[in-house]
């Protein structure tokens, strides 16, 4: 069995999202239940909402995710930080420390590649979470800090 073959799926959507994966599994993130929760708990607040009908809806979802991670520093110096796989069974897998080879236009390429663009990231210390989620009629961007 040739090493592609051994590859797993998640990693492939990574590397087709414009990901680079450096570390499989990352210890640094925040527990992955508390920053689903973070996203998807009852009180949570967008920092920005998005109507999914508005024309250019997803543009702008990449420019108010791209705005608000670097408010947080999300990313480090080298364009690194830690993200959940956008696949099914991603909390499972846990934190994956990744390089943005891109740098632009994260949420619309992670649609690209899985049909939606919704994902959590965190920085590399694990402080700050920045999340794309959809939500009935809107695509919402979610700011966390954990202390």
């Known amino acids: 069995m040739s090493t592609e073959q051994q590859r797993p799926e ?10 680079h994966v450096l570390e499989s599994t990352s210890q640094d993130g925040p527990p992955v239940r508390s920053a689903i929760y ?3 708990g009852f ?3 967008p920092v920005a909402s998005i109507p999914t009908s508005s024309p250019g809806a997803i ?3 990449d420019e108010k995710w791209h705005f608000h991670a670097s408010r947080v520093s999300l990313y480090d110096d080298n364009g690194e930080f830690l993200v959940l796989p956008p696949v099914s069974g991603g909390s499972e897998i846990g934190w994956v420390r990744v390089r943005d080879t891109i740098g632009r236009n994260l949420p619309s390429r992670i649609a690209g590649v899985t049909g939606s ?3 959590l990231a965190v920085s590399i210390n694990g402080s700050h979470l920045c999340a794309a989620s959809v939500e009935e009629y809107d695509y919402w961007v979610v700011l966390h800090e954990f202390s």
């Open 10 to 19: 998640w990693r492939d959507v990574l590397e087709r999202c414009g990901l």
């Open 38 to 40: 973070a996203v998807t």
């Open 43 to 45: 009180e949570v607040e």
């Open 59 to 61: 543009a702008e979802l």
């Open 117 to 119: 663009p919704e994902f």
